[in-house]
């Protein structure tokens, strides 16, 4: 699975963010330190501030910066914020339902590994993307 550029964008704000959660972080600080388009980073600053992941600060000084702390934060909310989350498997060839009185030979496959795609992205928070990133 890829992500869209969105929820691409929107994981290298978080993770910025998230190396100095009390910094405040400027539009045009992170639109030039991730080469993000100014309009779209606008508007992913907005989404990401309305579905309350980030806050933003108003005046001379102001800024954006983490809601809550990057351990509270899962994987799933990011792409859910900025492009909806399928909670459910989907059918393998793209029908919005699959027959399950007759479903095709990818049927169980897809489903089960799509499970583990999904649970692993509610399981995993943005301070783990920081930590590993830390790491390497």
Partial sequence: MTFSKTTEYALRVLALMAGDERKLHSSLELHKELKIPKKYLQRLLTDLS??????????????????????????????DAVEGFR?????????????????????????????????????TRLSDLINKSKAN
């Fill in 50 to 79: 309305k579905s309350g992941l980030i806050r933003s600060i108003q005046g001379r000084s102001g800024g954006f910066l983490l809601a809550r702390k990057a351990d509270k934060i899962r994987i799933s909310e990011i792409i």
């Fill in 87 to 123: 909670k459910e498997p989907g059918c393998f060839f793209g029908f919005d339902t699959c027959a399950l009185d007759n479903p095709c030979s990818m049927h169980d496959i897809w489903t089960r590994s799509q499970k583990d795609f999904i649970n692993m992205l509610n399981k």
